[in-house]
């Protein structure tokens, strides 16, 4: 059983920050590729970032440059550093993990995955 609790997001004007956390088990953690996607009103679910077991990251083009995962071994935790911000980044933002992420942070959107409970984070001009 794969549980991911979800931690962070919130309100904040365009250019801001926010950081989202996700923890999870240990083995999970070691195991796992994790990262986010997103899903707003209307539209259809987007894989934003992505870290694999191994330790490669990969990024969807909208975020790149502004968005960072980092992590916490101790912690098992897993974080989205969310910089320079823009209305186009409102959704509700979910954590996800995958046993194999072949196609990096796409993987994570597609059926399949395990979610979190999702945060919403919402980004005003």
């Known amino acids: 059983q794969v549980q991911l609790v979800e931690s962070g997001g919130g309100s904040v004007q365009a250019g801001g920050s926010l950081r989202l956390s996700c923890a999870a088990s240990?083995?999970?953690?070691?195991?796992?590729?994790m990262g986010w996607f997103r899903q707003a009103p209307g539209k259809e679910r987007e894989g934003v970032a992505a870290r694999t077991s191994g330790g490669t990251t990969t990024y969807a083009d909208s975020v790149k440059g502004r968005f960072t995962i980092s992590r916490d071994n101790a912690e098992n935790t897993i974080y989205l550093q969310m910089n320079s911000l823009k209305p186009e980044d409102t959704a509700m933002y979910y954590c996800a993990a995958r046993l194999y992420c072949s196609t990096g942070y796409r993987s994570l959107a597609i059926p399949g995955s395990y979610w979190g409970q999702g945060t919403q984070v919402t980004v005003s001009s």
């Open positions: 240990a083995y999970t953690y070691r195991t796992y590729c």
